[in-house]
């Protein structure tokens, strides 16, 4: 089965994806190397592209991609919907192949004239839906998290939630602090304090670079970890 009791794709396996059209192989690979997709992007779109190659050699006769009309997309994208996924998750796997599309088009249209981008505007997305609707904690309930993280001697955890809570920084940013920001001293002239430069969400390579700002608060948790 390709589907997780958590409604996500299974990972392709290596050797799986050894069986994909070769052709197919080469040009993810080289679309993934573009400068200007970020490492989260690559990741993402390795694992969409990955699945959609699957998908050829599974339902499509592992044909190279430049033989694949809008109706190959359509298919696709219904295999999607009807494993259940949240539009959300269906959305990024079509952009991936649109994207890849495109860029055959692009790069290789002298070789494949006749090649279209399999999902044209015809091809209707799936309607926004909201599969896990997500409801923010209550300052009670986030105090409550706290305490119990800090009598279950949780330390590392009960700073990351509070590095998250009072910056609004991702999971992937709050990683990159290190732990020498517990020694730092107060911006000057302010009464807080910032992190090291941490790369953000963005174009490119190296994203989006800042720095978090934090409280006392937060310092004490860095300190008692």
């Known amino acids: 089965m390709w589907l997780t009791k958590h409604r996500k794709i299974q990972p392709v396996t290596e050797e799986e994806y ?113 599969k896990n609707e997500k409801a923010p904690l209550t300052l009670d309930e986030f105090n409550h998290l706290v305490q119990t993280l800090d009598e279950q001697e949780e330390y590392q955890m009960k700073l990351y939630v509070l590095l998250a809570y009072y910056t609004g920084a991702r999971r992937s940013e709050c990683i990159q602090v290190l732990k020498e920001c517990a020694n730092y001293e107060k911006v000057k002239g302010k009464e807080f304090y910032a992190t090291n430069t941490v790369r953000g969400k963005g174009a490119g390579k190296t994203g989006k670079p800042f720095k978090l700002y934090f409280n006392d608060i937060v310092l004490d948790a860095m300190k008692e970890w």
């Open 18 to 130: 050894m069986k994909c059209h070769e052709w197919n192989r080469m040009i993810l690979e080289e679309f993934l190397q573009q400068s200007h997709f970020s490492q989260d992007s690559v990741k993402q779109y390795r694992s969409a592209g990955r699945i959609f190659l699957r998908f050829i050699h599974d339902r499509f006769q592992n044909k190279p991609i430049y033989e694949l009309k809008a109706r190959n997309g359509m298919l696709y994208q219904n295999w999607l919907d009807g494993l259940g996924l949240s539009s959300s998750a269906i959305r990024l796997r079509r952009s991936l192949v649109s994207s890849l599309s495109n860029y055959i088009e692009l790069y290789y249209g002298e070789d494949y004239p006749m090649f279209r981008n399999i999902f044209p505007k015809g091809v209707a997305h799936v309607p926004h839906s909201f």
